[in-house]
């Protein structure tokens, strides 16, 4: 089990307030996103993230 704050530092380098709220985001998406394989989110340093969906094959 990883800390938040450990969590935070790792990815971001960073714990404050805007990259707390950024990890608070991507656990709420892949939590109701996990369902659907099609789904992919990518974290991109600096930048935010990109919601990839991979048509029905």
């Known amino acids: 089990m990883l800390r ?3 969590i935070l ?5 960073d714990d404050d307030y ?3 709220r ?5 656990i709420s998406l892949r ?3 996990q369902e659907d ?5 990518q974290n ?5 993230f990109r919601l990839l969906i991979r048509e029905n094959e």
């Open 9 to 13: 530092l790792r990815i971001w380098g």
């Open 31 to 33: 939590k109701y996103l």
């Open 37 to 41: 394989t099609r789904i992919e989110i």
């Open 4 to 6: 938040r704050e450990d």
């Open 44 to 48: 991109l340093h600096g930048v935010g």
């Open 22 to 26: 950024s990890l608070d985001v991507v």
């Open 18 to 20: 805007f990259a707390g």
